[in-house]
């Protein structure tokens, strides 16, 4: 797991999406599965939503980490990620643009 949060070095466009795409699917597995056992094992529904919540903040700041080591391969940088409305536009190219490492 230490790949998902290594902030050194740029990242290639391939890599971006696989590990993009893998941060997003388990967090979605683990933190619906925090939710399940905290609704049912404990019967309470806010303790289930707390572990979701814990869960998908643990794995949305691993999908940051990915975009800012996208965009130091693209030399942009990281704070546009944050700039509303221009971050779209970030996202896009970080899809789409090849970079450095490529």
Same mark, same amino acid.
């Given at each position: 797991m230490e790949f998902l949060y290594n902030t050194q070095g740029p990242l290639g466009r391939q890599a971006f999406v696989i590990r993009l795409f893998v941060v997003i699917l388990l967090g979605a597995i683990v933190s *619906? @599965? /925090?939710y399940q056992a905290g =609704? =049912? *094992?404990l019967h309470f529904e806010t303790v289930g939503i707390f572990w979701a919540m814990l869960g998908g903040f643990f794995f949305g700041w691993a999908a940051i980490? +990915? /975009?800012m080591r996208r965009l130091r391969d693209l030399d942009i940088p990281a704070i546009f990620a944050f700039v509303p409305v221009y971050n779209l536009y970030v996202l896009l190219l970080a899809f789409t643009k @090849?970079?450095?490492? +490529?």
């Open positions: *619906f @599965a /925090l =609704y =049912y *094992f980490v +990915q /975009l @090849a970079g450095k490492s +490529q």
